[in-house]
Structure formats: structure tokens, C-alpha cells
């Protein structure tokens, strides 16, 4: 009976220290997410119709999208944006969780008129930055840009699918 417990013993050690052995971790790599272009977007000053800026733009109108949309980007040509589109005109807010580029926030009207915009929105804050108004769009561009396109309330765009 001695020599079954000693067994018993020696195999529990033994399954012990095997089953304690580190497994080597695991990196998942994932590809960066890169700018696709979806559509084309202009920006005109509603007082002198002037052309502002024109961009090429993604669009965000599912739910996972407008979820997501510029997360776990690295960059962003100024060039570039992206455009939520939203099924009607409500409050919405925005939050940089997970978004590491600082962005400026332009919030539409629907009839595609800026309503208010939050600039230099800073990366990784979860700060809610509301619309201030009801709005059915939001356009998300590089921070800084606003400014240097001397955007106003009531500016205008224009957008178009690929």
C-alpha cells in the first residue's frame, strides 16, 4: 500500500508542476486601420458661397460604425474625414475613448448647415462633447483645421457617395 501512495503522490507532483508551466504569451497583430474613401465633401462660407475645403470623406452610418468611427487610427490626412450620418435630427454627443488623434467636431443641422463644432478635441478622453443643438451630421476632421478654415456657424456643405 506504501509503494501505491508514494505513486499516487509522485504522479500528483508530477501533474502539479506540469500543469503550472508557463505558456509562451501570445501577440495577436493587427493590420492598422487605413483612410478608404467613400465619397467626396465640400465646405462653402454661407455668407460670400465660396469654396472652403474640399475632402475625401468615409462615412459612418451603421451602428458599429458610428460606434467606432475614428478609433485606433494613427493618423489622418487633412485632406480626409469622415461624416456621420444619422436617420434624423436629435442631441448626440461624441467621446475620444479609444481615439487616439485629436480631432475637431463639426455637428450639422439637417439641412447640412454647421450648427456648433467642438475644436482640438483632445485623444482618449471620454468627456462627453455634445451638439449643443439637435443635429442629423457630424464631421470629423484633423484639430486645427476649423480654425485655420475659419469655420462659422451656418457654414454649409455638400456631400456625395463614391
Not at 13 to 30: D, R
Not at 105 to 114: C, G
Not at 131 to 145: D, K, M, R, T
Amino acid at each position: 500500500m506504501n509503494n501505491l501512495k508514494c505513486i499516487v503522490i509522485i504522479s500528483l507532483i508530477g501533474i502539479l508542476f506540469s500543469s503550472c508551466k508557463e505558456e509562451p504569451k501570445k501577440v495577436i497583430k493587427t493590420e492598422p486601420i487605413t483612410f478608404t474613401k467613400e465619397g467626396e465633401l465640400t465646405i462653402t462660407k454661407q455668407k460670400v458661397d465660396t469654396l472652403i475645403t474640399k475632402l475625401d470623406i468615409e462615412f459612418a452610418e451603421s451602428e458599429y460604425e458610428t460606434q467606432t468611427g475614428l478609433m485606433y487610427r494613427k493618423s489622418m490626412e487633412d485632406h480626409q474625414g469622415m461624416l456621420f450620418v444619422f436617420p434624423d435630427e436629435q442631441m448626440h454627443s461624441f467621446y475620444m475613448k479609444n481615439t487616439e488623434i485629436p480631432l475637431d467636431i463639426i455637428f450639422l443641422k439637417s439641412d447640412l448647415t454647421i450648427a456648433s463644432f467642438q475644436e482640438n478635441a483632445q485623444p482618449l478622453n471620454e468627456t462627453g462633447l455634445s451638439s449643443q443643438v439637435p443635429i442629423q451630421y457630424v464631421l470629423e476632421v484633423n484639430a486645427g483645421l476649423a480654425e485655420k478654415w475659419l469655420l462659422e456657424v451656418g457654414d454649409k456643405i455638400e456631400y456625395q457617395k463614391k
